[in-house]
């Protein structure tokens, strides 16, 4: 139990859509948080799902109200994509600082606690990163860290690397309200996509990232909300990504980085001309026809031969 004055209302929104399977288990890992859940708003923002996903959250409300400062579940009639379904977590948020984790994610047990202790050391941190481990049904993986480099430079460098890659970890992302406020929300013009034009917006905005080198969310490898694992990915998702690389990024691009163009528009037609014709299974001709891509990415080829070098 933590041994500091709890002043914080600290907002968990918890995104869900199909994830009858997993929900219980990610809600479950808010009852086990170390920060006192009497200062936990919990918020479960459901995406029309068509399973029983609502029926498990309710029964965890019941189960659990008496736990927490308060717990709330919305829904949609019909799937209207992640980046909806994130505002309508954060736009009903009474917490001072949110923490977002898809219903199929775990919360470490001092996520919570190592945040508000940060944040408290920190007074200027709006935005907080840490890192996080991926799991399996087999068990934990190695953890994934962030580049020290790029999360740790200072806030033009990290609005300038944010133009090449996402390169954060959004499950760990922890964010002060008055930040969202600000920005506007996450994009609905790209529905599948709530957190690299949210970075972008925050960064353009003047807002700094900050990290805490702390393990703080478990990661679900596999097909799920998450990640995509044995696919090669979700057509919807793959289109509101090109759409705000051409329409967001490619506008604010340096002339060193105009190959970048090219880059993401031979990435989106492989997959996406792919999944059509042959389906969304990654296979062996998958594979090998990706290796070869590569050799027509002088981009790709550029930053990897410079990132080997480096090492």
Known sequence: MIDFEVK?????????????????DTLNSIVSQTYNKNAIE?????????DHTLSVAQQWKEQNNHLFNNIVIVTHEKNRGVAANCNQAWQLASGSWIKTIAADDLLLPNCIELNVRFISRHPKAKIVFSDMIPFTVDGK????KHDKKKICANQQLQLKNILSECYLLAPTGFISKDVLEYVGYADESYPMIEDYPLWLK????????SYMEENTVLYRKGDSLSQQGSRIG???????LY??????????????MLLKKWD???????????????GNKV??????VQKLMFLLRPYKVFNVTKKNLIK
């Open 283 to 288: 296979t062996v001709p998958y594979l090998v």
């Open 8 to 24: 914080e209302i600290i907002t968990v929104a918890v995104i869900s859509y199909n994830s009858g399977n997993t929900i219980a």
């Open 264 to 278: 993401d528009f031979l990435l989106f037609k492989q997959k996406t001309v792919w999944m059509k014709i042959f």
């Open 141 to 144: 993986n190695t953890p994934i």
């Open 243 to 256: 759409s705000f690389q051409k329409e967001k990024i490619w506008p604010l691009l340096p002339a060193s």
């Open 42 to 50: 919990v918020i479960i923002a459901d995406d029309g799902s068509r």
């Open 234 to 240: 979700n057509l919807l998702y793959l289109q509101s």
């Open 202 to 209: 925050c960064l353009r905005s003047g807002f700094t990232l």
